[in-house]
């Protein structure tokens, strides 16, 4: 089934506004990213202790240096976990055949969508290159599998509240003619056939408002749905918002700054500045969040038990030991989706 046609039955509109019944009809969802060979069994264990609480879908993230696991845990994920399976495709080293090898394959599992991006450039390099016989971006890649699969797949894009990376500038943000050039890019890919939007992270979610409402201006009408990253360890969270450009509002860092060194103040903030955050998006009438989750449970489950999305005793004691054993440093290549 496309993620779009769950989330629509979920929300009750196309548009991701209002509906009734509380916060019982939040379209909620979860990433993860493939670990290293000898996480493999504790990662899955993770999806499928996750997925018992009911997400409208599960999201993989993809690297083109180990693309077969990532083709391995969505197969995983949609036949034996049973979960309505989202995969990321990037052009990032990645030749046609390739990107066909893993549209059939994903396509013979029964795994019906797709995150098309254009992925980060490889690590040592600064720039994206297009490689022969690739593509260049990821509208490219969007008209390509229309062309070719025709409506088999539901294909989600990314969106930049504070517009790409790489047009923003070395004082944090990109110009009004870069922002409006990024926001006239992403309806190119919606126009192309894009049926959902996920963005990248933000912490300002007064950001993040008005770019849902600059896109439905400029007739953007799918489902934007806003990607949240619960801090859970300070310099991890520096390191990241660092390499996506993210703007940190000076309250945040106000709060963080005299617990920055005690983790487990850190996460408890993260989990109320991440609740806080969802709410107000759901004041707005934006019912769908996609909990990046790093591979960890309990700030994600933390956040939706908050919002009373899922029931308090649903959710488990933190398997600390397990969370510590899955646990890997963020690194450039995990950045590649959030989102890529």
């Known amino acids: 089934m496309k993620v779009i046609d769950k989330i629509r039955s979920t929300v009750g509109e196309a548009n991701g506004g209002a509906a009734n019944g509380g916060n019982n009809n939040v379209a909620f969802s979860f990433e993860f990213f493939p670990p290293r060979a000898e996480g493999m069994a504790k990662v899955l264990e993770l999806i499928e202790r996750m997925v018992a609480y009911s997400p409208t879908f599960c999201d993989i993230t993809w690297r083109a240096s180990s693309g077969d696991v990532t083709l391995d845990i969505a197969n995983r994920m949609q036949n034996s976990i049973g979960i309505e399976t989202m995969m990321h495709l990037t052009c990032a080293e990645m030749p046609v055949e390739e990107i066909d090898r893993a549209l059939d394959t994903i396509k013979s599992g029964g ?7 254009r992925g980060d450039p490889p690590l040592g390099q600064d720039k994206f290159v297009q490689i022969q016989d690739g593509f260049s971006c990821a509208l490219d890649l969007v008209k390509y599998m229309r062309s070719k699969y025709g409506d088999y797949f539901g294909i989600t894009v990314a969106g930049y509240p504070e517009a790409h990376p790489d047009v923003i500038g070395d004082d944090g943000v990109a110009t009004p003619e870069d922002y409006q050039k990024d926001l006239a890019y992403l309806k190119q890919k919606v126009d192309a056939g894009a049926d959902l939007i996920i963005t990248q992270l933000f912490y300002d979610t007064d950001i993040f408002l008005k770019f849902v409402d600059d896109c439905r201006q400029i007739g953007i009408t799918c489902p934007i749905v806003p990607g949240i990253l619960t801090i859970t360890n300070y310099r991890s969270f520096r390191k990241m918002t660092g390499l996506c450009k ?3 509002p000076a309250e945040i ?5 005299p617990i920055k060194d005690n983790n487990e103040a850190v996460r408890a903030y993260g989990i109320h500045l991440g609740t806080e955050m969802c709410k107000k998006i759901i004041a707005h009438g934006i019912r769908t969040l996609h909990l ?7 700030s994600a489950l933390a956040i939706l038990k908050n919002l009373g999305v899922i029931g308090v005793s649903k959710i488990p004691p933190p398997l600390k030991q397990q969370q510590k054993a899955i646990q890997e440093e963020v690194t450039k290549e995990e950045v590649a989706k959030v989102v890529g």
Do not use: P, S
């Open 111 to 117: 795994v019906q969508n797709v995150l098309a991006l």
């Open 246 to 248: 993210t703007k940190i």
């Open 292 to 298: 990046y989750t790093m591979n960890r449970d309990e």
């Open 253 to 257: 860092l106000a709060a963080l700054e």
